[in-house]
């Protein structure tokens, strides 16, 4: 992972209510924490598609498959204080 890049990915698709939710605890806790993250979309990747369709929406931190269907946020409060990846 280069400096610079986000931190947090959120791997979801429009309209998914989990992704929503998963989406709320992420912007609190990059927020917090200063941290950047940002969001893409299944429905425009067929990489993303094929290897996360049954599991959206999934959380990836510095680049690494971190959660997925739920984000649990004392977990990902605890990865972001550890040095990137």
């Given at each position: 992972?280069r400096?610079?890049e986000?931190?947090?990915?959120?791997?979801?698709?429009?309209g998914?209510?989990?992704?929503?939710?998963?989406?709320?605890?992420?912007e609190?806790?990059?927020r917090?924490?200063?941290e950047s993250?940002?969001?893409?979309?299944i429905?425009?990747?067929?990489?993303l598609?094929?290897k996360y369709?049954d599991?959206?929406?999934?959380?990836?931190?510095?680049g690494?498959?971190?959660?997925?269907?739920?984000?649990?946020?004392?977990r990902?409060r605890?990865?972001?204080q550890?040095?990137?990846?």
């Open positions: 992972m400096a610079g986000p931190r947090v990915t959120l791997v979801g698709r429009p998914c209510h989990l992704c929503d939710e998963a989406k709320l605890v992420i609190r806790v990059t917090e924490l200063g993250w940002e969001e893409r979309s429905d425009d990747n067929d990489e598609r094929a369709a599991q959206i929406p999934v959380t990836l931190v510095d690494q498959r971190h959660d997925f269907w739920r984000v649990d946020e004392a990902l605890a990865a972001l550890s040095p990137r990846r």
